[in-house]
């Protein structure tokens, strides 16, 4: 990462206080050490052209107990207009996350999450994660996106379809999760029949998502 795009200040947990109900504000108390601004991807920065994705923060979050915070971090991404990658970090171990968003169309100040990608926890050792500085803003962004959802090449689909395809997996995960509750709960032979026809629809949709997308 050029110099340039260093910014290395310390984000005040209180800063994100008119954003959070209470329960949120004790979770940046209880669970987040400190909240580093590192890096600023922009034009001016990476002398890169930008288009929808005007800039790019790079956000290191360091944690008290190592737990996944995405409603924190759904905080954080609401409160300011740009993209930010989050490197959480806690014993020696990180994970990624960062989101698609876009302008809320009636509160100026906050932003609306489209979808959110984001790593297990690894050794930093192990990072084959990279922002690669080609092209534009959107590109780099566009492309670190498809890195964290398993897919190394950007030309494989639009990133468009990407969203919509990760949409359509988590629905179907959640709908068979439902349906097994359902089978697991009901008593009736038809119902449970027609529900086992429907599972295996969802199963084999979602078997198709993961393997020939």
Request: aromatic fraction near 8%.
């Amino acid at each position: 990462m050029p110099n340039t795009a260093k910014v290395n200040r310390v984000i005040p947990k209180n800063a994100f206080d008119t954003y959070t109900t209470a329960k949120q504000k004790k979770l940046f108390t209880d669970l987040i050490a400190r909240i580093t601004w590192t890096h600023k991807l922009s034009p001016d920065t990476i002398n890169l052209e930008a288009k929808d994705i005007k800039e790019i923060q790079i956000f290191r979050i360091e944690l008290k107990v190592k737990e996944e915070i995405q409603s924190v971090l759904d905080v954080i991404d609401k409160a300011i207009p740009y993209h930010i990658v989050f490197i959480i970090e806690h014993d020696g171990k990180i994970y990624l996350s960062t989101s698609t968003k876009h302008a809320h169309p009636t509160k100026e100040d906050n932003a609306v999450i489209d979808w959110t990608f984001k790593t297990s926890w690894f050794s930093p050792s192990k990072n084959t994660y990279r922002l690669h500085l080609k092209k534009s803003i959107d590109a780099v962004f566009h492309d670190f996106c498809f890195q964290l959802s398993g897919k190394s090449e950007i030309s494989s689909m639009p990133f468009q379809d990407l969203i919509e395809h990760k949409r359509r997996i988590d629905t179907l995960e959640k709908e068979i999760a439902k349906i097994k509750v359902r089978i697991s709960n009901g008593k009736q032979f038809n119902r449970k029949v027609e529900l086992n026809l429907r599972l295996k629809e969802a199963e084999d949709e979602l078997q198709s998502l993961l393997t020939n997308p």
